[in-house]
């Protein structure tokens, strides 16, 4: 009973962090613009491996396998955000400048 | 399942190999390098190969795009382009192609255990290394102690390429010094101090990275690694240091003429080993001798040449950091 809920769980979180890849990767290529092409890969990064790692780590139970799994989650959840940053932050630097909301809006009445 | 892996890494590999052929813009360039090194890495270890997949990752993916990326910020971004008919080059490119795919004919199939290869000497690498040297990482020992002549000529190739480029970057040296005064608020001093969120980060990994390269280094008899991937690592987590900190920090911590001796040191400690084996009435690189127990000789020696490799090698990639940083002054 216990082991059914738990693979139960495990594949929630497996299929919805599929399910977030996915997204991530729709969002990266359709996305209009750099800063939200970002956003959405950024997404892959954090809650794609969190809910992932999260059911493989379910599926392994109380083994050094799940140890060496939840450093590996720990590290990527502090690397991609700050990677997703520093990406950010050149693109920032190097002149590139977020659309706003009235720039699309001009942009929308020009056309 | 192995191979539906393997064929989606080989097929990923390709694309960004084509890739890294059609990119004109050279960071791009770099960046798909980085990325073919990581895929590569990865092709590697479903092979069962991971002490390659470690020095791959470690070299290929990290320390090799450092450099490029400073070798970029001396020259352009761009390509230059050429108008030179592509005809020949491809014919060439076609020809040696059909050859080695007609080679691959006479293959053995992957992991064929009636290989040649698996029939000449591997079989008693396997069966032997356990009474000779008793360690578990065959690969270790036969990099280590079978083919410790092999591994001491790759060590001498990494002075070398050192050497080689010192001489070439050190040519203008003395107009380092008027550019030190105003270098103290120049981006090459400062690093990326004004960058909060990676600073802490990266002061978060720097000692796991560090520690990472001390185990992979003492543990290399017993898992996968060595000398070379633990140099890799090390020099990984400077640069890593250098580039948030500044790179003087980073010469601060270890001057580059410590690293000079390093990249001397390391081969000079696995030449020596050699010696003294000779000297105690044994073979050059013949480790038995070094201790009443043969087995327990062969251990020595190993653990000291590794070291010998690993700190070669993290000197060696950081005075070729350094030297690439250097010259951005100019």
Redesign the interface.
């Given at each position: 009973m216990m082991e059914q809920i738990i693979d139960i769980i495990s594949w929630i979180m497996l299929t919805s962090g599929g399910f977030f890849v996915l997204i991530g990767g729709i969002g990266a290529l359709r996305l209009p613009n750099f800063y939200t092409r970002m956003h959405a890969a950024s997404v892959t990064d954090t809650m794609g491996t969190f809910l992932i790692l999260g059911g493989v780590i379910l599926q392994a139970g109380f083994t050094l396998a799940a140890i060496k799994l939840l450093a590996i989650l720990a590290f990527l959840l502090l690397t991609s955000p700050t990677a997703s940053y520093a990406l950010a932050s050149a693109a920032i630097l190097s002149g590139l400048k977020p659309e706003t909301k009235a720039m699309l809006d001009e942009g929308a009445k020009a056309q | 399942m192995i191979i539906i892996f393997a064929v989606f890494l080989l097929t990923l590999l390709v694309i960004t190999a084509i890739g890294i052929v059609r990119a004109e813009n050279l960071f791009v360039a770099v960046m798909l390098t980085s990325i073919f090194s990581l895929i590569m890495a990865a092709n590697f270890f479903i092979l069962d190969a991971a002490d390659v997949a470690l020095t791959e990752a470690a070299i290929g993916a990290g320390v090799t795009t450092v450099i490029f990326l400073g070798a970029l910020s001396l020259t352009a971004e761009r390509e230059k382009k050429v108008d030179v008919s592509r005809g020949l080059a491809i014919c060439v490119v076609v020809a040696t192609a059909l050859v080695l795919i007609y080679a691959t004919f006479d293959k053995p199939r992957l992991g064929d255990p009636e290989a040649p290869v698996h029939q000449h000497v591997a079989p008693w690498y396997l069966s032997e290394t356990e009474t000779l040297i008793g360690i578990p990482n065959v690969v270790t020992a036969v990099l280590g102690s079978y083919r410790a002549y092999d591994t001491l000529g790759e060590v001498f190739v990494v002075l070398a390429a050192c050497i080689g480029v010192l001489f070439l970057f050190s040519a203008r040296r003395e107009k380092k010094n008027d550019n030190t005064l105003n270098s103290l608020t120049s981006p090459k001093s400062i690093g990326l101090q004004h960058?909060f969120?990676?600073r802490v980060?990266g002061r978060?990994?720097l000692p796991?990275i560090i520690l990472f390269g001390l185990y992979v280094q003492f543990h290399g008899e017993y898992g996968p690694g060595g000398g070379f991937q633990a140099g890799a690592i090390l020099a990984t987590g400077i640069i890593l240091f250098a580039l948030l900190e500044g790179e003087q920090r980073a010469l601060a911590a270890i001057p580059s003429r410590a690293l000079l001796w390093m990249v001397a040191g390391g081969a000079m400690l696995y030449s020596l080993v050699g010696v003294v084996g000779l000297l105690l009435g044994g073979n050059f690189l013949d480790y038995s001798v070094l201790s009443t127990d043969p087995v327990f000789g062969q251990q020595i020696g190993i653990i000291l040449i590794e070291l010998g490799v690993g700190i070669t090698v993290c000197g060696a990639l950081l005075s070729i950091f350094h030297a690439f940083a250097a010259r951005e002054n100019y």
């Open positions: - | 960058h969120i990676p980060v978060i990994l796991f």
